[in-house]
């Protein structure tokens, strides 16, 4: 059953601590995607890859690291320079639907809260 | 100002109501246009997409596209309890690559 997967689904963290959010997917996807969601302001691109040991910085990527050392993987770290970093993050791959249009497909999220 | 705005509600409809949920954007680039929609603490879902201008019709869902007020609506017919949920209008210039979200209206139908 292919999907994307990521953990945990609610991750609890102290100031100060880098945090790690996991993203897999098994549907043989190259572009993959990191977004935060934050109530009212729809969903902010984070960082992206398009191919393995490559990425890009989004609109808000300060405070946040990335990496693609698999195709199947992109682990997103939360480090303790971003200031505000309690939110929902989604992990997203690009596949193709139809001939002619690509589609987004996001994973079921993970809610980091810090304390 | 954002690229692509949305009001964020809530709407709040009775059990059968057909529902109108709009979106506005500013980047004339833009060439397809997408409904997520989103369950609470889930990721969202395609719902419909649509190319350039026109209407697309999925069912009790309706998708419209007027690029020369740059104007984007859904809209659902006898909705249900089960379309409670948030739905994202998203714009891009290519093929999903770089999507712009809406900030997303979170959606109500009554039993």
């Known amino acids: 059953d292919g999907g994307i997967t990521q953990s945990p689904k609610y991750l609890f963290r102290k100031e100060g601590q880098n945090v790690t959010l996991s993203c897999e997917q098994n549907?043989?996807?190259?572009?993959m995607y990191w977004y935060r969601q934050d109530p009212g302001q729809g969903l902010r691109l984070i960082y992206y890859s398009q191919i393995v040991n490559d990425f890009q910085k989004g609109d808000i990527a300060e405070g946040y690291s990335v990496s693609r050392e698999k195709k199947e993987s992109f682990p997103l770290t939360v480090t303790s320079a971003q200031k505000n970093p309690t939110a929902f993050y989604l992990c997203?791959?690009?596949?193709?639907?139809?001939?002619?249009?690509?589609?987004?497909?996001f994973g079921p999220g993970t809610r980091l809260t810090v304390l | 100002q954002k690229e692509v705005e949305q009001d964020p509600g809530p709407l709040s409809v009775p059990e059968g109501a057909i529902v109108s949920l709009n979106c506005t954007y500013s980047n004339s680039a833009f060439q397809y246009f997408m409904w997520y929609r989103q369950y609470s603490r889930k990721g969202p879902e395609l719902l419909m997409y649509?190319?350039?201008?026109g209407n697309k019709e999925d069912g009790r869902f309706t998708a419209q596209v007027d690029k020369s007020s740059k104007y984007i609506s859904l809209f659902i017919r006898d909705s249900q309890p089960s379309d409670s949920a948030t739905y994202l209008c998203a714009c891009s210039s290519g093929s999903a690559r770089q999507l712009t979200f809406g900030s997303g209206t979170q959606l109500t139908v009554l039993p």
């Open positions: 997203a791959s690009i596949g193709q639907r139809g001939s002619s249009y690509n589609e987004q497909f």
């Open positions: 649509t190319y350039s201008s």
């Open positions: 549907l043989n996807h190259d572009a």
